[in-house]
């Protein structure tokens, strides 16, 4: 009976009581002595059926319930919060048997003494009588309702617990880059201080941009954007994480590479995992190019804008669990030729949309004559660069990359690998972990904290939660993500 569960619950149909209905249902200890009923013996604790009393550690019982015969269904429940355990009979809660449950380790147990004594036990494999999840959702109910009910005003005087929140939220907007984002919260929280008059509150400074030089300087250092405090004009731009997310690993690669030559130098696995996810990509490019030569009939030559827009975006999932990235760069004064240009000495993308590793293709889906020829191109394309990217990492004496490498090159076996055991490394959502990986290696390189402080919190309160669950305590009915950031 885990504890991890906060409350233990399963059911017992009585098929048949025999001649004297010796039935008992219950849970013991590991040690128990199984040779009598359960709540005769030390370690035990039970709900007999021939005379309705509660048996715990010793034969001489105490009136509890009624008593329970053929056809009957008798649930059996321990609240680890609480020590207490309780009996159902037929969907019907009789109460509290016993408290102080503090055995470390339970077994449900059940007993009969006579021939003719028949059980089914429902463990969950079928719905239970009682209502069962109505009782976890109570228990959850009062555990929220003391959450809420604790301050908090101490964390961070003199801000109250709403704006703590909101210093958090802007903290975490300014860190990971959604500048636009944070403004129009900004601007939202003072708007609503202003309606309801409450002007005095402490603010967060987090909530001036202005005044926030570390996030103008996560601004204007990072691959994201580049944007100088007073300066209007800027445009999109796609960066290191954007590029990544839509599977332009060259970009990415080319850009850290050029702008932070360290930080691939210094996290060999991040490198790693780039150069096999190309793999990937091209894997991808290969599976759709030749479903789509399979799929349509050769009908008639394509227009430019037919080539341009062959098959559908299929990764808008990618960005349904995130804000949109706000990357910004103001139009630089000068460029040098490569792709960038220097601003306050600090290095400013420009649009290097033509760079980017054709893996995606926009709807609808028009078969042309000349892809069978792309396939063709691309496929030998993706065993030259296997080719090099097995040379380059073949010596490596780490089991996790020969591993990673044996499975990446394993793609190229299937005709279309997403019919494969291997088909979730080409999921687009792979492409979320590395993306942060390489963005926070990248701000660990620039003195920043690699999280910012709601995430470390979030983080640091799933683990305090799980720990307080060990056990059966509170923590066992709280799941942070589930119940509180959905």
């Known amino acids: ?30 040690k128990v002595n199984l040779n009598r009923l359960p709540g005769w013996e030390p370690e035990s604790w039970a709900y007999h059926g021939d005379d309705g009393m509660s048996f715990c550690n010793t034969a001489s019982g105490k009136p509890y319930g009624p008593k329970y015969s053929t056809l009957d269904v008798i649930g059996c429940g321990v609240n680890f919060r609480t020590g207490c355990a309780f009996f159902t009979k037929n969907g019907v809660n009789i109460g509290i ?13 059940v007993g009969l003494k006579k021939p003719g004594e028949h ?11 009682f209502d069962i999840d109505g009782m976890v959702e109570a228990e959850k109910s009062l555990i929220r309702r003391e959450i809420s009910q604790v301050s908090v005003t101490s964390l961070q005087p003199p801000l109250d617990e709403t704006a703590l929140i909101q210093e958090l939220i802007a903290q975490y907007l300014a860190h990971d880059g959604y500048v636009e984002t944070g403004r129009a919260f900004s601007s939202e929280v003072r708007e609503e201080l202003r309606s309801l008059a409450i002007g005095s509150r402490p603010v967060s400074r987090m909530l001036d941009p202005e005044e926030d030089l570390d996030a103008v300087n996560r601004q204007s250092q990072s ?9 209007a004009t800027a445009k999109p731009l796609s960066g290191i994480r954007s590029a990544i ?7 990415a690669l080319k850009y850290t590479s050029a702008y932070y030559p360290n930080v691939l130098r210094d996290n ?4 790693f995992q780039l150069r096999c996810r190309k793999f990937i990509e091209m894997i991808r490019r290969c599976n759709d190019l030749q479903t789509l030569s399979a799929a349509s009939p050769k009908t008639r030559a394509p227009t430019k804008r037919e080539q341009h827009t062959a098959e559908a975006d299929e990764y808008n999932d990618v960005f349904d ?3 949109e990235l706000d990357d910004q760069l103001v139009h630089p004064p000068n460029s040098n030729g490569n792709g960038a240009a220097e601003n306050n000495g600090h290095a400013a993308w420009t649009d290097d949309s033509a760079d980017q590793m054709d893996t995606t293709l926009d709807s609808p889906p028009i078969h042309t004559e000349s892809a069978d020829a792309k396939y063709n191109t691309l496929l030998q394309q993706t065993l030259q660069y296997g080719q090099e990217l097995r040379l380059e990492f073949n010596a490596d004496p780490r089991r996790d990359v020969q591993k990673a490498l044996r499975d990446t090159f394993a793609l190229i076996a299937y005709t279309d690998a997403r019919e494969s055991s291997l088909a979730g490394m080409l999921d687009v959502k792979g492409r979320v972990p ?39 305590g509170a923590g066992a009915f709280i799941h942070v993500g589930r119940d509180f950031l959905r």
Do not use: W
Request: hydrophobic share 40%; glycine share 10%; with cysteine.
């Open 97 to 109: 048997a016993f408290r102080d449950i503090k055995a470390q380790k339970l077994f449900p147990s």
């Open 1 to 30: 009976m885990p504890k991890e569960c906060g409350i233990y619950y399963y059911e017992v149909t009585v098929i048949s009581k025999g001649k004297e209905g010796l039935i008992g249902v219950g849970f013991s200890g590991p």
């Open 223 to 231: 691959p994201h954007f580049v944007l100088v405090r007073h300066r």
């Open 119 to 129: 059980l089914r036990v429902n463990f969950g494999q079928t719905p239970f009588v």
């Open 268 to 271: 060999e696995n991040i490198y």
């Open 321 to 323: 669990h995130q804000m």
């Open 245 to 251: 997310l839509s599977g332009d690993i060259d970009k």
């Open 434 to 472: 590395i993306s942060e990986e390489l963005n926070g290696a990248i701000l660990v390189s620039l003195g920043r904290e690699k999280e910012a402080a709601l995430e470390r919190l979030v983080r640091q309160t799933e683990v305090l939660v799980e720990d307080l669950g060990a056990n059966g």
